[in-house]
């Protein structure tokens, strides 16, 4: 966008699973402390299109640079550890873990000692383990989980299990977050509750943001910038108010009601 | 009394190869089928080096138990990488376990055969053994405890969401395999010292069978558990000896009525834990406390 280097910069990318394109010749750039939605009908290739950003599935062409680096020969942990976080459109968590291991487990992705060290119980490794443990309780507590930090995450309510998984994608670190559909299956207030969380979350964490939703409202609400996909391919770019007026934006996807409005 | 001894270093042993099993399959995810073909490796490879090279004891038994992680690697890195997983890999364990034992009952010259090899001398003593499974199980409740144990959790549990998290699958993956053969090495050697002879049937699928039995048994997630099962698999079979042929009907039995009514195998995610002891003995002396109260007011 205008001129200036994207965080974010996906070049004629193409993603095809034998002679379907999921994604066909599609190009975004994202800068530095976007809110950026991506909508579109179901099979549109929004979810491959996550795939591909955080390295589950390689583009056929073109090409995807995150802050200076080149993504698209990169595993999906490496992506992770350069700023790239998610969650996902059905929830993984780690069901059988407790709250707190949850969100450890990005802060020690890879332990900052040897596994010699951890073998023989160094007083290192709990001091280590201590220390990220504070800091996942500050992650709980700012998304209101401190309370069942010591449940089985795999026992939590819907509601709670996807703000664990936004817990746990926080603690990444990341300097760009991706959101598929963090809002499916939820009524109207908890869709309000989320978004002012969501909110907040992109303010105090100073974070870049693309978020896959099908409440339209909700991706009004929050995003600057919509980019709208239709069969893998790029229908219409712009803000709230030109996507809710864009002629082919609303055949393909909002409907003719909305016109009306 | 050399009957009880005997039982306990067997006890020992396969406490050793299950607590190193319990890490891969339990924790990481991975089955294996064939994790006697490492007990095998280890234990060759610690008689071989003893006898033909002039190796001291102990040094052959801890090298035995890193030629065995050689072996995991030449063999779990193509398999690993290439997200062979589930029942996939347990073939491809199984498939090792035969081809160990094929290979070496085929090569005559310095292992013997299929007669194996005698005359091995009685080293491991049993105090030798008990201090090496404590040392070593101590180790591994270390390292499940730490960060990377929890690692290992997280990608058996959600291996993508894992790797979304920065985990490297792969390495986790491969570090547990390593570990656990080094476990299934070491094993081999103490037993092979112990029973003063080795032949290709000593680790065959059978024992492999055994050990991932134990570690179903015992529970996922669980080091207490997977241990105390490996205990009960080598002791029940003695005590049930006078049951002849019919022993192998109740162990089946035992076996569909655990994974029947506890399918996360006995202490699945839990540790067996001795807390209830210190409890008991609080209300205990709660109680007598109480009791002396009222005595003395009346």
């Known amino acids: 966008?205008?001129?200036?280097?994207?965080?974010?910069?996906?070049?004629?990318?193409?993603?095809?699973?034998?002679?379907?394109?999921?994604?066909?010749?599609?190009?975004?750039?994202?800068?530095?402390?976007?809110?950026?939605?991506?909508?579109?009908?179901?099979?549109?290739?929004?979810?491959?299109?996550?795939?591909?950003?955080?390295?589950?599935?390689?583009?056929?062409?073109?090409?995807?640079?995150?802050?200076?680096?080149?993504?698209?020969?990169?595993?999906p942990d490496q992506i992770s550890r350069l700023g790239i976080s998610r969650t996902f459109q059905n929830i993984r968590i780690f069901p059988k873990m407790s709250v707190l291991d949850n969100v450890t487990i990005p802060m020690h992705s890879e332990p900052a000692y040897s596994m010699w060290a951890a073998m023989l119980g160094l007083s290192k490794v709990t001091r280590q383990q201590k220390e990220t443990e504070k800091r996942a309780l500050e992650f709980l507590s700012d998304l209101g989980l401190e309370a069942y930090k010591d449940r089985e995450a795999g026992t939590l309510a819907y509601g709670l299990q996807r703000?664990?998984?936004?817990?746990?994608?926080?603690?990444?670190?990341?300097?760009?977050?991706?959101?598929?559909?963090?809002?499916?299956?939820?009524?109207?207030?908890?869709?309000?509750?989320?978004?002012?969380?969501?909110?907040?979350?992109?303010?105090?964490?100073?974070?870049?943001?693309?978020?896959?939703?099908?409440?339209?409202?909700?991706?009004?609400?929050?995003?600057?910038?919509?980019?709208?996909?239709?069969?893998?391919?790029?229908?219409?770019?712009?803000?709230?108010?030109?996507?809710?007026?864009?002629?082919?934006?609303?055949?393909?996807?909002?409907?003719?009601?909305?016109?009306?409005? | 009394m050399l009957y009880i001894f005997s039982i306990i270093v067997f006890v020992c042993v396969h406490g050793i190869a299950v607590s190193g099993l319990s890490l891969l399959t339990g924790y990481t995810g991975i089955f294996s089928i064939g994790h006697a073909g490492?007990?095998?490796?280890?234990?060759?490879?610690?008689?071989?080096?003893?006898?033909?090279?002039?190796?001291?004891?102990?040094?052959a038994v801890v090298l035995g138990g890193f030629i065995a992680v050689i072996v995991s690697v030449i063999l779990g890195y193509p398999a690993l990488r290439n997200k062979l997983e589930g029942d996939a890999f347990g073939i491809v364990m199984l498939g090792f376990v035969t081809v160990v034992r094929v290979a070496i009952s085929n090569i005559k010259p310095v292992l013997g055969g299929a007669i194996g090899i005698t005359g091995i001398p009685r080293l491991s003593s049993v105090w030798l053994v008990i201090l090496i499974t404590v040392i070593m199980v101590y180790c591994m409740r270390n390292f499940i405890k730490s960060d990377y144990g929890k690692n290992c959790m997280a990608v058996q549990q959600q291996e993508s969401a894992a790797e979304m998290v920065g985990v490297n699958p792969l390495r986790t993956k491969l570090r547990a395999l390593m570990i656990s053969a080094f476990y299934g090495g070491v094993a081999g050697g103490l037993f092979v010292f112990y029973a003063t002879f080795i032949?290709?049937?000593?680790?065959?699928?059978?024992?492999?069978?055994?050990?991932?039995?134990?570690?179903?048994?015992?529970?996922?997630?669980?080091?207490?558990?997977?241990?105390?099962?490996a205990g009960i698999l080598v002791i029940l079979p003695e005590i049930l000896r006078f049951l002849a042929v019919w022993r192998l009907?109740?162990?089946?039995?035992?076996?569909?009525?655990?994974?029947?009514?506890?399918?996360?195998?006995?202490?699945?995610?839990?540790?067996?834990?001795?807390?209830?002891?210190?409890?008991?003995?609080?209300?205990?002396?709660?109680?007598?406390?109480?009791?002396q109260k009222r005595t003395g007011r009346g």
């Open chain 2, 249 to 291: 009907v109740f162990y089946g039995l035992a076996f569909i009525l655990i994974m029947l009514f506890r399918p996360d195998g006995l202490f699945g995610y839990r540790e067996i834990s001795f807390k209830w002891v210190g409890r008991l003995y609080h209300k205990i002396k709660a109680g007598i406390g109480e009791r």
């Open chain 2, 199 to 229: 032949s290709p049937m000593s680790f065959a699928e059978a024992k492999s069978n055994d050990l991932l039995a134990a570690v179903v048994l015992g529970g996922m997630c669980s080091l207490s558990g997977p241990l105390m099962a």
């Open chain 1, 163 to 261: 703000r664990l998984e936004i817990a746990r994608a926080l603690a990444a670190s990341p300097k760009l977050l991706l959101l598929d559909e963090p809002a499916a299956g939820m009524n109207n207030d908890e869709c309000n509750e989320l978004a002012e969380l969501l909110r907040r979350i992109y303010k105090n964490y100073d974070l870049t943001v693309i978020l896959i939703e099908h409440h339209i409202e909700f991706v009004l609400k929050l995003c600057d910038r919509i980019y709208v996909l239709n069969l893998g391919q790029l229908l219409a770019e712009g803000t709230p108010e030109e996507i809710q007026s864009d002629p082919e934006v609303v055949r393909a996807y909002l409907g003719s009601r909305r016109t009306k409005q």
């Open chain 2, 38 to 59: 490492f007990m095998a490796v280890g234990g060759y490879a610690a008689v071989v080096l003893y006898k033909n090279l002039g190796v001291p004891f102990l040094l």
């Open chain 1, 1 to 75: 966008m205008d001129g200036k280097t994207a965080l974010l910069d996906i070049d004629h990318m193409t993603i095809a699973f034998g002679g379907l394109k999921a994604v066909n010749d599609v190009s975004i750039q994202i800068n530095k402390s976007e809110f950026v939605g991506l909508i579109g009908p179901n099979g549109a290739g929004k979810t491959t299109f996550f795939n591909s950003i955080t390295g589950n599935v390689s583009p056929t062409g073109g090409g995807i640079v995150f802050d200076g680096h080149n993504l698209t020969k990169k595993r």
